[in-house]
T-cell receptor, first 119, second 108 residues
């Protein structure tokens, strides 16, 4: 069973540019979550998608957006890049979204991440 | 808002036991997860707790006290490969919120 696949793995951009990151979840998983990981802040929740709908969104500016396609693949976009956007962006999939119940269906399987450097 | 606190670093000797504490103050609570992350790799799932008490999975155990907003991850018979960051995460407000992680270094 293939794991969560994220592309690209590494990328370098300059301030003001925009970037699109892609995530292919585990086959059969319909929930995709995105996290930003930095040394000082740890994992910060960006958003979660389930069945092409954004279920929840973290405290990030509107420059951060995402979407999910009918095959459950997801993309996130960051526009007008800032130096502070340099981070590891992790995508994770689960069979069910995070709800008022916790079970094995909520367990996240993470991809290897996309490391973004903004110069 | 939410506050999830873990110690930043811990060091232990091979074969020993280490306990990683996690305290949380969150706007809601629907369960707590522990993940392990080796340097340069993706986090991987270790355990989750929904009800109070101890969950044991081989050398790893996790405990939860909802009334105290407290959990711990117990690593027994430490091995060198256990050197990693351990992340506590709370399921609340329909999302998973992570602590900053505890870096455990196992020494021979």
């Amino acid at each position: 069973k293939a794991g969560v696949t994220q592309t690209p793995r590494y990328l370098i951009k300059t301030r003001g540019q925009q970037v699109t990151l892609s995530c292919s979840p585990i086959s059969g998983h319909r929930s995709v979550s995105w996290y930003q990981q930095t040394p000082g802040q740890g994992l910060q929740f960006l958003f979660e998608y389930f069945s092409e709908t954004q279920r929840n969104k973290g405290n990030f500016p509107g420059r951060f957006s995402g979407r999910q396609f009918s095959n459950s693949r997801s993309e996130m976009n960051v526009s007008t890049l800032e130096l502070g956007d340099s981070a590891l962006y992790l995508c994770a999939s689960s069979s069910q979204p995070h709800t008022g119940l916790t079970s094995g269906a909520n367990v996240l399987t993470f991809g290897a991440g996309s490391r973004l450097t903004v110069l | 808002g939410q506050n999830i606190d873990q110690p930043t670093e811990m060091t232990a000797t091979e074969g020993a036991i280490v306990q990683i504490n996690c305290t949380y103050q969150t706007s809601g609570f629907n369960g707590l997860f522990w993940y392990q992350q080796h340097a340069g790799e993706a986090p991987t799932f270790l355990s989750y707790n929904v009800l109070d008490g101890l969950e044991e999975k081989g050398r790893f155990s996790s405990f939860l006290s909802r009334s105290k907003g407290y959990s711990y991850l117990l690593l027994k018979e430490l091995q060198m490969k256990d050197s990693a960051s351990y992340l506590c995460a709370v399921n609340n407000d329909y999302k998973l919120s992570f602590g900053a992680g505890t870096t455990v270094t196992v020494r021979a």
